[in-house]
């Protein structure tokens, strides 16, 4: 297998301005091209900005809105990861992030997992998605897109490289929080994820791509830090903190096949078992079956008993 | 990503550094100036302007934010007005004098005292904290009709510490556009300080409102600002509980005090509520962005 060149376009989208940020893809979508790479990547929410509010439903497009299908078009001989809010034909509002492909769209993924605590407040003003699926792409490889806050829970990476993901992508509009001295890169955020993304490439033998945007929504500052790990948890490609650009790197696509060789952990997973227990939790917390690991006195669908009143 | 060891600014400990910085508030200086400086920028661009002005006390909150806000869009942007009252310690004056100076940035001195004294006129018995009051909304209207004039955002210096305990005057010293230092503790003010330059007189000196000779906020409130932020960020920023807190060695009466001041200035810190009639009310489900598409003074 050859080498595939990556453009990850770590931006400031402008809060709200879709049309600003349309021009903005189009160009950068240029520059990738001309850099020769075959897949360029853009943050969530690059197509809109973040922190929108009310605003979500004005800058919402269905997936067969002619600025979407225009920027598709753009894409024939190459392949763009971009991300906007999409309106359902039921007038749901998703984050989505969209593959187009050769002129057209390859495949979307609607977030699933929504922040709402905290600084967050998405489930206010989203919708959740319901399916999780990787997808084939011209690149000859698998790939898996996932959204931000999707890839703070373990069972999205893991299906994703399950269903024949080698490539997992995540976008991202990461606020920086808890500036410490005592971390790696000053700040606790870019720690957390820096230590989620080589724990995902290496657990599941795949290439990692972690697009974060930069620039400031009214309070929040964005911290870049977009990456490229590959399936043996090496980082490839770092892009700084904080500061506006496309960065590029070449992957060997042969290192997955290395890797998972070398380090068989997909082979041995066992998505039977997995989804058996599974079944079993569910049931359980439903209340439907008897809770065969609960302490004794729990109520039904809890797995712990109440502290005796102090 | 440029791996490097964070920047402990004045690692030689708080003897050199000339005040005392507890090492659970230390923060990488470097991120958190770009942050401020990217912030400042963000809020200027977004609302169509380019210039911005402070008020400058020659004290360590607006010195770092006139530092700060010079590093971010250059000092010719920058307005700093000296607004003196009469009883003024003549070193603040002298302090804001040498950040302008440093800077280079545009300065403009207007004594409030023609403006509050007629307003006290034949009320001899005003209290320190009325008198207070009005020239901390003096210099905010004085800032605001420069903001008018100058054509600049006014830009908010007050500090976490201080916003948290209520130690600010509403609509006075708090009023701004938009705040670069407000989640920064006294003690994080003093460590940016040192890291971006401020003048060391300006950073050892005791924090004053300087609203009566002598006066100084730890004599006033009976605390030390190293001991308050550490009290604070264990229990709002980590949510230790009071018993977790006596644990790690701080005094039962004390958190309580300093919780009682913590709550009793909500509303200092909040926009005011609207009563919800209407459909759609501002800030309770009409929520937009400050600055939304198109906003921008052209």
């Not at chain 2, 002598?214 to 960020?233: C, H, K, V």
Request: glycine share 10%; with cysteine.
């Amino acid at each position: 297998m050859n080498s595939l060149r990556l453009a990850l376009a770590q931006i400031a989208p402008e809060l709200g301005e879709l049309g600003q940020n349309l021009e903005r893809h189009h160009a950068l979508l240029g520059e990738a091209r001309g850099a020769g790479a075959g897949l360029i990547v853009f943050p969530e929410l690059g197509l809109t900005g973040y922190l929108l509010q009310d605003l979500a439903a004005e800058v919402a497009m269905r997936l067969d809105d002619p600025r979407l299908t225009r920027l598709a078009k753009a894409t024939s001989g190459m392949s763009a990861v971009v991300s906007f809010v999409e309106e359902s034909a039921d007038h749901r509002l998703f984050i989505s992030a969209a593959l187009l492909e050769d002129g057209a769209i390859r495949h979307v993924h609607r977030k699933l997992y929504l922040p709402t605590y905290g600084l967050f407040d998405e489930r206010r003003f989203f919708a959740a998605g319901d399916s999780l699926r990787a997808t084939p792409s011209r690149l000859g490889i698998g790939l898996g897109i996932a959204v931000c806050e999707d890839f703070w829970h373990l069972s999205v990476p893991a299906l994703l490289a399950l269903d024949g993901a080698q490539l997992l992508i995540n976008v991202s509009s990461s606020p920086g929080r808890d500036l410490a001295a005592t971390n790696e890169v000053g700040l606790g955020t870019a720690s957390s994820w820096r230590s989620l993304m080589r724990t995902y490439a290496q657990l599941t033998t795949s290439f990692v791509v972690f697009c974060n945007r930069v620039g400031v929504d009214e309070s929040i500052s964005f911290w870049g830090g977009s990456e490229v790990i590959a399936p043996s948890g090496q980082a490839v490609l770092s892009a700084p903190l904080y500061d506006e650009g496309l960065f590029t790197v070449d992957i060997a696509l042969a290192d997955i096949r290395r890797e998972r060789i070398a380090l068989p952990l997909l082979r041995d997973e066992r998505p039977e078992l997995v989804v058996r227990e599974f079944g079993r939790i569910v049931s359980e917390r439903a209340g439907l079956a008897d809770d065969t690991t609960a302490e004794a006195g729990s109520g039904p669908g809890l797995d712990s008993a109440p502290e005796p009143a102090r | 990503m440029s791996e490097r060891t964070p920047a402990m600014d004045g690692a030689g400990g708080d003897q050199d550094r000339g005040f005392e910085l507890p090492p659970e508030l230390a923060i990488d200086t470097d991120v958190a100036r770009r942050v401020m400086a990217d912030f400042i920028r963000g809020q200027l661009r977004q609302a169509g302007f380019e210039r911005a002005v402070l008020g400058l006390s020659g004290g360590i909150d607006s010195g770092l934010v006139a530092y700060l806000t010079a590093e971010a869009i250059g000092p010719e942007r920058l307005l700093c007005v000296l607004m003196p009252y009469r009883t003024s310690s003549p070193a603040s004056r002298s302090d804001a004098e040498t950040v302008v100076e440093r800077l280079g940035c545009a300065s403009e001195v207007v004594d409030i005292s023609p403006m509050v004294d007629p307003f006290f006129e034949g009320q001899r018995e005003a209290s320190a904290l009325r008198r207070g009051n009005v020239m901390a909304r003096m210099r905010m209207t004085v800032l605001y009709d420069r903001s008018v004039t100058w054509g600049g955002l006014v830009v908010g210096t007050g500090n976490k510490t201080e916003a948290l305990i209520g130690y600010t005057t509403l609509f006075g010293d708090s009023a701004c556009a938009f705040n670069p230092i407000g989640d920064l503790y006294k003690s994080q003010v003093r460590q940016v300080a040192a890291a971006i330059g401020v003048p060391d007189a300006i950073i050892r000196k005791a924090p004053s409102a300087d609203l009566w000779p002598g006066q100084t906020d730890e004599a006033e409130a009976g605390f030390a600002y190293p001991e308050l932020d550490r009290l604070l960020f264990w229990r709002i920023d980590k949510r230790r509980s009071t018993e977790e807190l006596v644990a790690m060695g701080f005094d039962g009466a004390w958190i309580e005090r300093v919780d009682r001041m913590v709550a009793g200035s909500e509303f200092k810190r909040q926009v005011p509520p609207v009563a919800k009639l209407g459909p759609r009310t501002a800030g309770v489900d009409y929520l937009y962005p400050r600055r939304r598409p198109g906003a921008a003074r052209r």
